[in-house]
């Protein structure tokens, strides 16, 4: 009887084939690129934490789904996000920051859901944000969309669209139907329009006891349409009164203008007053970004403007803005549409195939090939030509230099193009491809 042990991995944790794999890391480092390409920092925080550092603000479905464990004497916790770290970090090292403080992280972030399709429990967010000492031009609200329209660029996608709203508009509107005590749980049911439809949204703020009249109101706002100038000139002839709400439109409105400043398309960005983010977290300016052509994806990528980053660890205010991409659900549902394509088998662009037993000249070709920055494999177990050539083909290496004896005494290599199946000759100090 076998006493092995099944090889399995987890539910709701990603592993891939290297194909799969070397395009992950594509698109992983497209996306680190652009951030850098905005002035934005690197940094890295632990994946544990202090449970009680971690979890200073943490609670409800939060709390339950965090991955929490004693070692020796200590109560740890895996981060669930990358902005409870940042906050942390920013509260520890507020006196060496330089602020506006922009920074980046692409990490994995882990969450004790229920594994489905699609839905991960160990999986990689890329977040940027910008912090503020004390306070933080809403300018900087403007300068993300630009980074999301590059990032998506980047990745090949032309129809897609960045939708804005502001959260004082919402709240502000609130604020003058009476509403104000119900604002979280409104929000929470409007952010579910796209997903349940209008009659279930209305059904659920009857539920929670909001006037037909106030949700008449509601509706009518998230309802207004037109272009986005039109837009916002609908929103100052509402005339509600309240502070808050003609805030959210100037704040909405210098973003507007400044998003076209950074020269985003027209086409790729649009005022979008039902999108609310459903954490109370939002402050003022929030996105939410869309492929257009697949909407079923859900946004691909998300945030906002906070008032307070560290208000758990620190009494200054340490206002901010930023913006998350789940990457790994998005690679999978990409993946899945065949949107993007693993075609990519290796990471060699040349393989050395030495037919010889001194293998000292096969070697001193492939260091002088990666010095040159070329991705070089040597095959260094003994097998015949037959054999070497069908490990190029299966890989899908571009091109094969053959060495042996006859090659090393003429100073010559022989270098095979595996896509034309073309074979030329060239001086060993001088290979061309």
Same mark, same amino acid.
């Given at each position: 009887?076998?006493? /092995? ?54 609670? %409800? ?5 965090? *991955?929490? =464990? ?17 906050? /942390? ?7 060496? @920051? ?13 969450? %004790? ?15 940027? &944000? ?10 900087? &609200? ?16 032309? &129809? ?37 439809? +209008? ?21 009518? =706002? ?23 709400? +003609? @805030? ?21 960005? +649009? ?9 109370? *977290? *939002? ?7 869309? @492929?257009?052509? *697949? ?8 945030? %906002?403007?906070?008032?307070? @980053? ?11 803005? %930023? ?52 991705? $070089?494999?040597? =095959?260094?177990?003994? +097998?015949?030509? /037959? ?32 896509? $034309? ?8 100090? &001088?290979?061309?491809?």
């Amino acid at each position: 009887m076998s006493n /092995k042990t099944e090889p399995r991995t987890l539910a709701g944790f990603m592993e891939l084939m290297p194909n799969e794999q070397i395009l992950f890391e594509q698109i992983k480092e497209k996306i680190e690129k652009i951030y850098q390409r905005f002035g934005f920092l690197p940094l890295d925080t632990p994946i544990l934490e202090l449970s009680e550092v971690l979890l200073a603000k943490a609670g %409800g479905e939060t709390e339950k789904q965090i *991955y929490r =464990f004693e070692k020796g004497d200590t109560d740890i916790s895996m981060r669930f996000d990358l902005t409870v770290p940042l906050a /942390k970090y920013v509260a520890k090292n507020y006196g060496n @920051l330089s602020f506006p403080f922009r920074r980046y992280q692409i990490g994995k972030v882990y969450r %004790g859901e229920r594994a489905q399709k699609g839905r991960f429990r160990e999986f990689y967010q890329c977040d940027i &944000d910008i912090i503020g000492d004390g306070e933080l031009s809403v300018v900087n &609200d403007a300068e993300l969309p630009s980074v999301i329209y590059n990032v998506f660029k980047e990745l090949g996608f032309d &129809d897609f669209t960045i939708c804005i709203n502001n959260r004082k508009i919402l709240n502000g509107l609130f604020e003058s139907l009476n509403q104000k005590e119900n604002s979280t749980e409104i929000l929470r049911i409007i952010d579910k329009i796209e997903k349940i439809g +209008k009659e279930a949204v209305i059904e659920e703020l009857e539920k929670i006891n909001v006037s037909r009249h106030s949700i008449d109101k509601i509706i009518n =706002f998230i309802e207004i349409d037109g272009t986005t100038d039109e837009k916002l000139q609908k929103l100052e002839d509402l005339n509600i009164e309240s502070e808050i709400f +003609k @805030l959210g439109i100037e704040e909405l409105t210098q973003v507007i203008k400044n998003v076209r400043c950074f020269g985003i398309p027209e086409e790729n960005f +649009k005022v979008d007053l039902t999108i609310a983010r459903g954490l109370d *977290y *939002y402050t003022g300016t929030v996105y939410e970004t869309f @492929l257009n052509q *697949y909407r079923e994806l859900g946004s691909v990528c998300s945030g %906002g403007r906070y008032e307070s @980053l560290a208000e758990f660890y620190t009494d200054k205010k340490l206002p901010g803005v %930023g913006i998350s991409i789940g990457l790994t659900r998005l690679f999978y549902k990409l993946n899945e549409l065949n949107l993007v394509r693993a075609d990519k088998k290796s990471i060699a662009e040349v393989l050395i195939v030495p037919m010889v037993d001194d293998l000292s000249v096969p070697i001193k070709i492939a260091n002088d090939l990666r010095n040159k920055g070329i991705n $070089t494999e040597i =095959f260094l177990n003994d +097998k015949k030509l /037959k054999a070497k050539m069908k490990y190029a083909d299966k890989l899908e290496i571009p091109y094969v230099i053959v060495i042996g004896e006859d090659e090393i005494n003429k100073g010559i290599v022989k270098v095979k193009d595996m896509i $034309t199946g073309n074979e030329k000759e060239c001086l060993i100090d &001088d290979i061309k491809f």
